[in-house]
Structures are given as C-alpha cells and as structure tokens.
C-alpha cells in the first residue's frame, strides 16, 4: 500500500476520533426536570423570576448568590451560583445555566446572559432638556 | 407634508452614501476590466488593464472619502446619524474615536474593504505579469465588500447595512415625528466600556489586515490554476502568505493581550468562537507556508498547498460568516449581533468556493502532482506531515466551534462542552506537542536524501539537552504533576535548542535559516508560555473567611474565588498582604486603589505596590463594567480586577427641586479666618490664604467681577490633600463653586465674605457614614512566566520578517 494512502487513513481515523470526541464532551440543552434526572451536566435556558428574592450580599459571603429562574418549559427553581453576583443580572432578558441539580437546588458553574445592553439595544433615551440654563 | 427637520446635517451622509455606491460600482468596472484584461490574448493591448487600473484605484478613492465622511460624523457627534449615536458620545476622547469606528459591523468591513484596497494598490505595483489575473480576484472580493456597505434595496432585498442610515430611519419612535427631535437627543450611547482600551485602537486594523492579506496567496493561487502558471505562483505566494500570518498572528496575539489587560475574565485565550474564528486560517496557512515551501525545493505535495492557501481565506470567509451572522448567538458572548446579512456573507463564500473548486476540477489532469512517495527522511516529508498535524488541530476547533451551525443545518439541539477550555486543550496540547517536535527534528533533516546516522546522532544528542532542561523546568514550574505538560516543555525546549542551533548556523553565514529558526524559537516560546501561564496560574484571593451558608457549599467543589476588602483592613493572600486603600474617580472611571506588601522573615518590607483595578459605573444601568490592573513583574505577574463594589448614588443635578446638597449630612457653616482650623468628622481643615487670582472656565469675568479662591489643606486619616472652593461676585449676584472630596465624603464651599467682621463663611458637607460604603470584592490571580508568551510573539514576528525579507529578495532575482 502506497504511503499517501497510509496517511490518508489515519487522518481520517482522527478526524473520526475528532467528531465523536466532540459529540461526547458536547452538553445538552434541558429543562430543570431533565436536569434532576440526569447527574451529567446541562445547559438550561430561562428567564430570571424577578419577583422572587435575589441573594447577594458580598459583606456575608463575595461567592454566593442565589436567584429563582423559570426554565423554557415553566419550571421554576431556585440557582446558586458560586461567585459574585454579575452586576446587570436584573436587566437580562435570557438566562442560559450550566451546571446540574442537587438536592433540588441547581448548582450553576456558568451563567451567560443576554441583556438588552446599552450597547446592541435600539432604544433612544430621551432627556428633556430645559430652556432656561440653571445658574 | 414631510416634516421639516431642525438642526440635521445631512451633507456628509449623502455625499458618504455616493461614495459607497461609487465604489461599489467601480470595484465591478475594476473587475471586468481585470477580466478582459487576463483573457486578451493581445499581450500589447494594454487598454483594459489600464482601465482596471483606473477603475482600481477610484474603488480605493471611494473607500478613502466614505471613511472620512464616517469619521466626520462621528467626531462632530452628529447623532442623526445612527452609527454616531449607535457607537459614541461626546463625552468620548478623541482617540478612542477611532475605535468607535469599528465597534459597529459596517465600520469593520470598511476597514476590511480599506486593507484589501491598499493591498490591492501594492500589487498593482509590483505583481508586473500577475497583475491581469491576479487583481480579477482581489476585485470580485472588493465588489463583494462594497456591497456590504451598500444599504439599499433591490427586489425586495436589503443588500448590505450602510453607515450613513439616520437615526429616525432605522429606529421607529414617537419623538422622530417631532421637527426638533434632535434637541432631545443631547448625547450618543457610547462606546463599549471594554473597547475604550489602547490595545483596541491598534488590535483591530491589525487583525483585519491579516484577515484582508489572506486573499493574495488566494488570488496567487486562482491565478496559477486560471493562466495555467502552476508551479510560478509559488514565489509570490510564499512571500504573501508569510506576510498574511505576520499580520494575523500580531493581531491576534494583541487581541489575547487586550483580554488579559482589559477583561476580566481571569486569562488570555478562552477558546471562545470568536477567538477561533480568528485562529483557525492563521493556522491552515502557517500549514500552507510549510507545504508551499516543501514544493518549491522537492516537487512534491503542489495540490495540499494550494489547496491550503485556498482553504485559508475561505475560512477568513466562513469566520466572518460565524461572527457576523449572530448564529453563535448563546455560545459568545462577543459575537456581533445579526444586521440581516448572513445570506449576503453566505453568498460571498459560496462563490469563491465554488471559483477555487471549478478551476480545481478543470485544471486537476494538469497539476504538477508527482505519483512518487517522498523519502521518510526527508525534510519535505516531514514538513508535510507538520502540514497535515496543523490540519487536524483546525478540524478539531471548526467540529466544536461550529456546533451552532450544525444545530442550525440539522435542527438539532446539542450544546457546547460545559468547560470548553478543557475540551480543547485535551486535543491542542496533544498536537501541539507533535508540532513541536517536528519543528525540532526536521531541522536535521535535508530535503530529499538525509544520512539516517548522522540524523539520529544529533536528534539523540539534542534530546538528551532538551531532558536535561525539561527536568529542571517543570521542578521550578511545578508542572510535573501532569504527564501531557512535561511532555510539551520536553518537546518546545527540544525545538528551541534544536533551531537554536540552526540560528548559531544561521549567524556563521547560512543566513538564509535564520527567519526560520527565530520564528520557530518564537513559537516554542509561545508554547511553554502559555502552558506555564494556564497551568500553574492561581487564584490567590480566595475567601477563607465566608460566613455558613450551610451544608449546601460543602459538597460543591467549587473554589471560592472571590474575596470582600474593607477600606484599611488588610487581608493575608498567600506572600501578600492586600489592603484596599479607597476610590478615586477619573472621567467615567472609578480606580480602586488596591495596595500588596510583602515583608520577609523579620517584617521588613520587601515589596509594595499599588494596583488600581477600575470599573465604570454606569448608574442607570446599575451595573459596573471592569477593567483589571496588573503588575508586572519579569518572571510573573500580579492580575487584579474587582467583581463586585458598592453601586454610588445617583446624585441629584440641581433641578426639580432637587439638589446636590441632599447627599449630605445639614451642612455646618463655619465663620472662619486665615489659619483657622475646622473640624469634621475623621479630621479637619487648614485655612491657608485666599487666592484672588481664581480663572473660572466657561466663565469670563468682567472688570467689577469678584472671584476669590479658598486655599484650604484637609487633613484625612489617608494623608493630606488640597481644596480650593470659589466664591463669586457677578453682577449683583452672589454664586459660588464648591469642591468636593469624594473619597472623604467631604464638599466645602466658600458661600460668603462677611467684611464687617473680616471673616469668611465656609460651609462643610459630609455625606452620611451610612452613605459611605467602603468595600470592594476582588479577584488576584499570580501568572507565571506569562512574558514567555508576549516575548515569543515578539521573537515569531522577527523570525516572520526576516523570512519575507529572504523570500522577497528571491522573488526579485527570479
């Protein structure tokens, strides 16, 4: 057998080890449900409840906050992130977690948002500015 | 009837808006006349290339004066115009208005179409035969670019996203049916916190002419297929190739270094899509260098390196593609967000794929490929197989990165790995390693024919040097735990002191190696680095002190990173002592002031150093953005950024009945003399003189105008600092300007001169101690050996330019 081939082959082999390796290190997107009937870890998507508390005081602890967020599906649960409270979270319109459940609490070690941000939302603020000068 | 609008400057966007369609429609004139040009089988008719020129070069005109039609806009903050109120402010320095440019996507195609233009305008000058056939491509490429700034409808269709749109056309809301609208839009949105860094002023025009130059070795290679010039197009292509991953991998490594001085994200590569985005066609044409040069000096492997040299900018193409369109949506977080031009950028790909794979197809019978196998000792061999290993790494960054695109071809839903960095590192340190080593032994090695014995003598020998060192390495690194890295340092000193021998060759005469070796010395380099610097990083602010949140942070191993300072208290993290010493704030940004002590053995100071790790509140967001400070030391470095402060108040602007004054504290009003002493709360005020020579800005002052200055010295528990607050006559009215002193809570005005009793009135406000919420959290991270990593980029991009300089001399003898 020709070299060439030889190489050939084994490219494709890794390319193949590649993909599959890609496919097993790659997560899943889930609801809060999925995620406590899996211990593997998983990407869940929702919204913040706002009316619910939100827990973050640095004075107590700098590495714990906690909030309730309602899955796609419209479950809720609360989440308890191990790091500071990321300072627009009020403000974010979509919530992706990574992590997974325990003891009915989900265990976040990533949290990415999506916030209608100054800097990509449209929205003209107005300011109203008077005509007589303050002096 | 159209409403009459107040106050609009509407010149310099029509006048930008003709510019782009004129270059759009000269860089099609420039193309046809290219076409011709190459196909005229009259070698003395030179009239369409002449033409092609001249369309050229008024494409290049055009592109110019639509620049400076933007750059007037946004510097004269006209915010009609959506880009300017999109992108900056006027509150924005002008430097960081350059940068304001290319926050926004039109404004990097422009500096893309821009780059390609000047590229373009060299090679007119020096491609001599190559020009015809070589400037069809870079033109149908320019065409393709200027349509992205096009902004108008055809059929229905929105071709590309224009700069110039006003800001009432592309947003709907009430106040635009108002005639002076504008007058309730004092200022723009800003630029982005995070850009307003140097790095990002210099980051991008480099990174986007690496992405630009691309398209030459490109174009070499479509003109050597389309003129049936195969193996010709080699010189030209190594040289513009080398030049391409100069520029490539500068701005990529600026934009690693802008993340570890700007972001805090805690590093200098995250694997983000963005980032290989960035690195994946650097990477196919460092491949494609290698084989390009494997050709040129044996024969053998011509199809891998056009096909690399080829594949590269179409991945330029597929990389813009992914960061332009908004499909890496939930998997970035700096994607740009979609303006409705992915099929646009699709098309764009699809035909320059589709123009590479016809000509391929056409010309394969043709190509000079050999039928014979090269000798395993053979440097061409071997620099194929560096070639093919670098082929494998991209395929394993596109599998994972394209994960969206896959979710978005297929209707599937599969998510990222959960730690990405780990995913990628368990495949790029692997190959990274085979990288290495090659780079190390193929230096021994001769094209053709090697002696085996004398290879393996100098390969052993080496080998046994790089042992020796990779030894004593990882003990003082304190890598040795882990098997990949020990083997990665072996490999990357293995090549470091196997081209260094090279470059001792190199320095006796054989000069030609040299741009070789220092490249490759430059690219260990950047190997060990960034492995130490990954590796052996480490939190050291980690919080021992957190008060029980239960059970529930026992059985989660997460470290607990993040650690509060109170003003003054210094905390113990690891050598150092750490205390937070105050803010002071500059223009947007608030500086935390952060001191490090170290002392040794007896409690005497060994080092001090201040770091001032800075955030910029944004109070009507309420949210801090921030931005890290580092010291720099030459084995390692000190990162901090803080994670979380106290929000400030907003404070009340003197309106509505509202006033600054209701921040603090009653005022106190003190009758004082020169060198009085006034106490307040955690210390107290020196009256020292009056200044009669007070200059107000804005604020010209008549002959019988009064304005007098207050020398004041406060003495706060921090140190002594000066105040000087003004009272002013003007007219008949009494007014003055107050100082204030925000790290002490302090504002002093001079509100009076009472004559009769030779006195003067100084009223002290202080905010409320409540009010004054003096903490920060923060995060410190030691990296060591972390300028292995800047310093190798420096090394790689001389050893790249002493290879052009060689490879262009060549080119100029040929």
């Known amino acids: 057998m020709k070299r060439g081939s030889i190489i050939g082959i084994i490219i494709i082999a890794i390319a193949i080890g590649v993909i599959i390796s890609t496919y097993a290190d790659s997560s899943t997107y889930g609801s809060f449900i999925d995620a406590k009937e899996t211990q593997k870890e998983l990407h869940v998507v929702g919204k913040l409840n706002k009316g619910k508390e939100m827990f973050y005081n640095p004075q107590k602890d700098a590495n714990y906050f906690s909030f309730y967020m309602v899955d796609n599906n419209g479950t809720e649960c609360k989440v308890i992130f191990n790091g500071t409270k990321p300072q627009d979270f009020e403000k974010s319109e979509q919530i992706v977690l990574t992590g997974e459940m325990q003891n009915g609490n989900f265990y976040a070690n990533k949290i990415l948002m999506k916030c209608p941000s100054k800097y990509t939302q449209d929205k003209v603020e107005v300011t109203e500015v008077k005509s007589q000068p303050n002096i | 009837?159209?409403?009459?609008?107040?106050?609009?400057?509407?010149?310099?966007?029509?006048?930008?808006?003709?510019?782009?369609?004129?270059?759009?429609?000269?860089?099609?004139?420039?193309?046809?006349?290219?076409?011709?040009?190459?196909?005229?089988?009259?070698?003395?008719?030179?009239?369409?290339?002449?033409?092609?020129?001249?369309?050229?070069?008024?494409?290049?005109?055009?592109?110019?004066?639509?620049?400076?039609?933007?750059?007037?806009?946004?510097?004269?903050?006209?915010?009609?115009?959506?880009?300017?109120?999109?992108?900056?402010?006027?509150?924005?320095?002008?430097?960081?208005?350059?940068?304001?440019?290319?926050?926004?996507?039109?404004?990097?195609?422009?500096?893309?179409?821009?780059?390609?233009?000047?590229?373009?305008?060299?090679?007119?000058?020096?491609?001599?035969?190559?020009?015809?056939?070589?400037?069809?491509?870079?033109?149908?490429?320019?065409?393709?670019?200027?349509?992205?700034?096009?902004?108008?409808?055809?059929?229905?269709?929105?071709?590309?996203?224009?700069?110039?749109?006003?800001?009432?056309?592309?947003?709907?809301?009430?106040?635009?049916?108002?005639?002076?609208?504008?007058?309730?839009?004092?200022?723009?949105?800003?630029?982005?916190?995070?850009?307003?860094?140097?790095?990002?002023?210099?980051?991008?025009?480099?990174?986007?002419?690496?992405?630009?130059?691309?398209?030459?070795?490109?174009?070499?290679?479509?003109?050597?297929?389309?003129?049936?010039?195969?193996?010709?197009?080699?010189?030209?292509?190594?040289?513009?190739?080398?030049?391409?991953?100069?520029?490539?991998?500068?701005?990529?490594?600026?934009?690693?270094?802008?993340?570890?001085?700007?972001?805090?994200?805690?590093?200098?590569?995250?694997?983000?899509?963005?980032?290989?985005?960035?690195?994946?066609?650097?990477?196919?044409?460092?491949?494609?260098?290698?084989?390009?040069?494997?050709?040129?000096?044996?024969?053998?492997?011509?199809?891998?390196?056009?096909?690399?040299?080829?594949?590269?900018?179409?991945?330029v193409l597929y990389a813009s593609f992914l960061t332009r369109s908004g499909i890496l949506g939930e998997t970035s977080v700096h994607a740009f967000t979609d303006l409705g031009m992915s099929g646009q950028l699709l098309v764009y790909m699809f035909v320059f794929v589709l123009l590479a794979t016809v000509l391929i197809v056409q010309n394969w019978k043709n190509l000079p490929i050999t039928k014979k196998d090269e000798d395993t000792y053979s440097r061409e061999f071997w620099l194929f197989i560096g070639a093919i290993t670098l082929i494998i790494s991209c395929i394993q960054i596109i599998a994972t990165t394209s994960i969206p695109v896959f979710n978005a071809i297929f209707g599937s839903k599969i998510a990222p790995p959960t730690n990405p960095i780990a995913h990628y590192n368990k495949w790029q340190i692997a190959i990274a390693v085979v990288i290495a080593f090659v780079s190390a032994f193929s230096q021994f090695l001769k094209y053709k024919k090697t002696d085996m014995r004398k290879f393996y003598i100098s390969v052993v020998v080496y080998m046994v040097v790089a042992a020796l060192l990779t030894g004593v390495g990882v003990y003082i690194t304190g890598i040795y735990t882990n098997f990949m890295y020990i083997l990665l340092t072996f490999a990357a000193l293995f090549s470091i002191i196997a081209n260094g021998k090279l470059l001792g060759d190199a320095l006796k005469g054989k000069w030609k190696l040299a741009g070789s070796a220092v490249a490759h010395i430059g690219f260990a380099l950047i190997l060990l680095g960034a492995l130490i610097a990954a590796a052996t990083n480490k939190v050291i602010s980690v919080n021992n002190t957190g008060i029980g949140f239960g059970e529930e942070f026992a059985k989660s191993n997460n470290p607990r990173e993040n650690i509060i300072l109170y003003k003054n208290t210094p905390i113990k993290m690891n050598d150092y002592m750490v205390t937070y010493k105050g803010d002071s704030t500059s223009g947007v940004n608030t500086y935390y002031k952060v001191n490090y002590q170290v002392l040794d053995a007896k409690g005497a100071l060994k080092e001090n150093f201040d770091l001032y790790p800075n955030a910029q509140q944004n109070i009507k967001m309420k949210q801090i953005v921030a931005s890290p400070d580092t010291k720099h030391y030459l084995l390692h470095d000190i990162y901090t950024h803080v994670s979380s402060v106290p929000l400030k108040e907003e404070e009340h602007e003197n309106h509505d009945g509202h006033s600054d004054d209701e921040n603090y504290d009653t005022p106190i009003v003190h009758q004082v003399a020169i060198g009085d002493t006034v106490r307040y709360k955690e210390g107290f005020i020196i009256v020292k003189g009056i200044n009669k020579n007070v200059k107000i800005e804005n604020l010209p002052l008549k002959d019988n105008d009064v304005a007098i200055g207050l020398t004041l010295e406060v003495e706060t528990p921090e140190g002594k600092t000066q105040a000087e607050p003004i009272f002013l006559i003007k007219g008949n009215n009494k007014l003055d300007f107050g100082k204030k002193l925000d790290e002490q809570g302090l504002k002093l005005r001079f509100t009076n001169v009472l004559p009769e009793k030779n006195k003067l009135e100084l009223t002290v406000y202080q905010k409320q101690k409540t009010d004054r919420k003096d903490w920060i959290v923060m995060k410190a991270i030691v990296f060591p050996y972390i300028n292995l990593l800047w310093g190798g980029t420096i090394i790689m991009v001389i050893g790249f330019l002493l290879s052009i300089f060689r490879r262009a001399k060549e080119l100029k003898s040929a």
């Open chain 2, 1 to 315: 009837m159209d409403t009459v609008f107040v106050g609009e400057h509407l010149l310099p966007g029509k006048i930008g808006q003709f510019f782009i369609v004129l270059s759009f429609g000269a860089a099609l004139l420039s193309l046809i006349s290219y076409y011709f040009a190459s196909t005229n089988t009259n070698k003395l008719d030179t009239s369409w290339r002449n033409l092609g020129r001249f369309a050229y070069s008024l494409n290049m005109a055009s592109v110019i004066a639509t620049g400076c039609c933007l750059f007037y806009i946004i510097y004269k903050h006209y915010f009609e115009y959506h880009y300017a109120w999109a992108h900056s402010s006027t509150t924005l320095p002008v430097y960081y208005i350059i940068s304001c440019f290319w926050e926004g996507q039109e404004g990097s195609f422009w500096l893309w179409t821009f780059w390609q233009g000047v590229l373009g305008l060299i090679l007119i000058f020096t491609a001599r035969s190559w020009e015809n056939s070589v400037m069809t491509t870079i033109s149908l490429s320019q065409v393709f670019l200027a349509s992205m700034l096009l902004g108008v409808e055809i059929l229905g269709i929105k071709i590309g996203s224009s700069p110039f749109i006003l800001l009432r056309d592309a947003i709907e809301a009430p106040i635009f049916s108002r005639a002076n609208y504008l007058s309730l839009i004092p200022d723009g949105n800003g630029l982005n916190p995070l850009l307003q860094n140097y790095w990002m002023v210099i980051h991008p025009p480099t990174l986007f002419l690496g992405f630009a130059s691309m398209i030459v070795p490109f174009a070499y290679g479509i003109a050597g297929l389309w003129m049936k010039r195969y193996a010709e197009m080699v010189k030209p292509a190594i040289a513009w190739s080398l030049f391409a991953v100069m520029i490539l991998g500068t701005g990529i490594i600026m934009g690693s270094f802008w993340a570890y001085e700007a972001l805090n994200f805690g590093g200098f590569w995250a694997w983000d899509p963005v980032e290989n985005a960035s690195i994946i066609p650097w990477i196919t044409l460092i491949a494609g260098v290698h084989v390009l040069i494997a050709y040129k000096n044996s024969g053998h492997s011509y199809f891998t390196a056009l096909f690399l040299i080829i594949i590269s900018f179409i991945l």
